[in-house]
């Protein structure tokens, strides 16, 4: 509701101008501009102390709240298209002012700001996001600058106020979304945009000044025309003037590396990991906005491997809930907070707090997290022959048991040349995402290709190797890569690898071969031969160790190849790895 300015908001109608001059500079701005180092580094460091919470904290609660929950994709009886948060700009020009009158209905009388945090805290989420204004403009907080907020309802109170209580006292951080894109202000497109930045700061400033500290400012609606990087720029400084630990997302800009901390993907998942902090946001159906007819639920399943996918890649995980009009968060979304909440009392430690994972390669079987002296194994597919393996992983293992059942006996685990292996029971205890705590002894090892190892051996694997020739190639079976489709016995394999410790060494194959098997084949390492004929191991993924013979290394580079002579049968085998175990350390 508009009020007489008092002398403290005059003062802060010079920061509103201060932050409009900010923003005309940054149309100018120049190379001299850019920070010298040290106070780049400045910049890291806070903006590294800042975060910490954040990077910790994981998971939280994304809360899509407005006047758009009352038609909740519906018009006039027709099912909108779209987000349920979006049906205004699908109405005709002639309905958008009954879209905004909507607020003249907006009363809910069921919103309890304890209820919704505590389902946050219940389902393991450390932080709330709530739409402040959303794209309609529309504030749930009863702002200075405007009549076409919360105190213009029947509800009339400020929404935020109690919703921020509620998080501090269940120590959840605070988070404001605010669109910058704003259908409802009449300067928010063309050449009056720089009365409306005017707006959006003062409202801004309402939102860090009136309602104590805010961990997470998430801005949305960047990709309109008028507002530019530069811009963003300007306001994330003027931003950080007021409360300077705010965490920003990267939408304060154009979803570039900066403006902001973090990057902002949404309803999905990098494949790979990024290498800058970032959080997806996800629905639990597909409405950001309560829609009525939506009841495309993703299932808890799907929702918990989600959280585990972002975490490994090194992510936060920001999940939606899109409350009613009355205040009510729907029983399906309270339904999958609960049980999330049920599978975060048993496996938080694997989420909370950790990085992401320090493997070479995403196991098959599902995820890793890492935290400093422990992998945490979120195996989602469960092996049926006992054996969990975890790919390259060299590490010293001390122990490994399965969380939530520490008293049970710990697993047993063993290492391949290549790999650790977890001997596992038969059943899942958790089917959705058993995760196996394993203790390391000092620094995560992995096996690198073509290294020594501390014990003087080399396991050349399949996946470092270099082939030779058109149709052999490396593929995984039972996630384990091999060389295979080896048709031409013109194809060859070979390793390039560092002997820092020479000596004799037992050079030993792992392949496999179906019947009719016996293609003969050469192996070669510094000037030295070794010959083989392949023999039959009953099925191509049925593999079995060979001892080919012994070599003498030097130290320094070598190349190992290993070529057929002649083909019999369709391949002339399936090669897994290459392992020269040192002769002094023969058991
Ligand atoms: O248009 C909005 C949408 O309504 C929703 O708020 C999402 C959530 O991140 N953001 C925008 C689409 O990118």
Known sequence: MKKQYESKQQARGVSVMVAVLLMAMATFATASDKPQPEALEATNRARNERMQWWRDAKFGMFIHFGIYAIPAGEWKGKNIRGHAEWIVSELPEEEKANYFDLRHQFNPKQYDPERWVTLAKQAGM???????????????FDSAVTDYDIGDTPYRRDMLAPLAQAC????????????????????AKGERFGEYVKYMSRQLEELLTNYGKIGVLWFDGEWIGEWR???????????????????????????????????????????????????????????????????????????????????????????NVGP??????????????????????????SIYGTTASPLRQQPTWGRCTHK????????????????????????????????????????????????????????????????IELVIDGEIALTSPGQQAADGSVGLDAWFADTHGKTIRIGT???????????????????????????????????????????????????????????????????????????????????????????????????RSVFLKPMATRD
Not at 168 to 187: C, F, K, T
Not at 324 to 331: D, H, K, L, R
């Open 126 to 140: 450390k932080y709330v996001v709530i739409t402040t204004k959303h794209h309609d403009g529309f504030a749930l």
């Open 168 to 187: 501090r006292a269940q120590n959840l951080e605070v988070g404001w979304y605010y669109s910058i894109m704003d259908w409802h202000h009449p300067d």
């Open 229 to 319: 990087a530069e811009m963003g720029v300007q306001l994330e400084k003027h931003l950080r003037k007021i409360q300077p630990q705010v965490i920003i997302n990267n939408r304060i800009g154009k979803r570039m590396r900066a403006p902001g901390d973090y990057a902002t993907p949404e309803q999905k998942i990098p494949k790979a990991q990024p290498d800058w902090d970032w959080e997806t946001c996800m629905t639990m159906n597909s409405s950001w906005g309560f829609r009525k007819g939506d009841h495309k639920w993703k299932s808890t399943k799907t929702l918990i491997r989600m959280l585990v996918d972002v975490v490994s890649k090194g992510g936060n995980f920001l999940l």
């Open 324 to 349: 009613t009009a009355e205040g009510v968060i729907p029983e399906p979304s309270v339904e999958r907070l609960t049980e999330i909440g049920d599978w975060m009392r048993r496996n938080g430690e």
């Open 372 to 435: 400093q002296g422990r992998l945490y194994l979120h195996v989602f597919d469960w092996p049926d022959d006992g054996k969990l393996i975890v790919p390259l992983l060299a590490s010293d293992v001390t122990s490994a048991t399965v969380l939530g059942e520490e008293a049970a006996t710990p697993l047993s685990v063993t290492r391949d040349i290549r790999d650790t292996i977890v001997a596992v029971p038969k059943q899942a205890p958790a089917p959705i995402d058993t995760v």
């Open 477 to 575: 079976a039972d996630g384990i890569p091999n060389i295979g489709w080896w048709t031409d016995p013109a194809d060859s394999v070979s390793w390039d690898m560092e002997i820092h410790t020479p000596g004799e060494f037992e050079v030993m194959l792992t392949m496999s071969c179906t019947e009719p098997a016996g293609s003969p084949f050469v192996l070669t390492v510094a000037d030295q031969e070794l010959t083989g004929t392949v023999s039959p191991t009953g099925d191509w993924q049925t593999y079995e160790r060979t001892v080919l013979g012994n070599v003498h290394l030097d130290g320094g580079s070598h190349t190992l190849a290993v070529k057929a002579t002649d083909l019999v049968g369709e391949g002339v085998m399936n090669l």
